[in-house]
């Protein structure tokens, strides 16, 4: 586990490098906004995308995550308290009106580069139809009769 670097891991370069490779671009260490947290693994700032590449021990992956035997009670402890951390931050996030893209670490690259690809073209749908009814609607100043 101690191996594994905290970030930059060849996990989240090769996602990195897969989403640049399909013409994506991102931030890399965007922080969430208003919480003393750790960064997001990828963030799509415009499009309001969080993503996280989320260890299989370390946040409790239902399939793949293993409790230790040695100190049992403070391993439990400790990820239940990463489990609950990561559903805070996703409930903050989504209040903020972020899209939280979670990605478990076993699932396979190119799935995760399409699931992460298509979350960011659904939020620039959403937010080109946003953007084209406000432009619909006649400001106020454009009004006849407004004086201006």
Known sequence: MASVPRKDNPRERALRSALHARGLRFRVGHKVPGLPRRTMDVAFTR????????????????????????????????????????????????DLGWEVVRIWEHVPLEEAVDVVANAVASRRIAQGRRDAERSDTPSPRSEPGSGG
Do not use: I, Y
């Open 47 to 94: 499009a309001r995308v969080a993503v996280f590449l989320d260890g299989c021990f370390w946040h409790g992956c239902p399939d793949h995550g293993t409790q230790p035997q040695a100190n049992g009670a403070w391993w439990s402890e400790k990820l239940a308290t990463n489990m609950a951390r990561d559903a805070d931050t996703d409930a903050h996030l989504k």
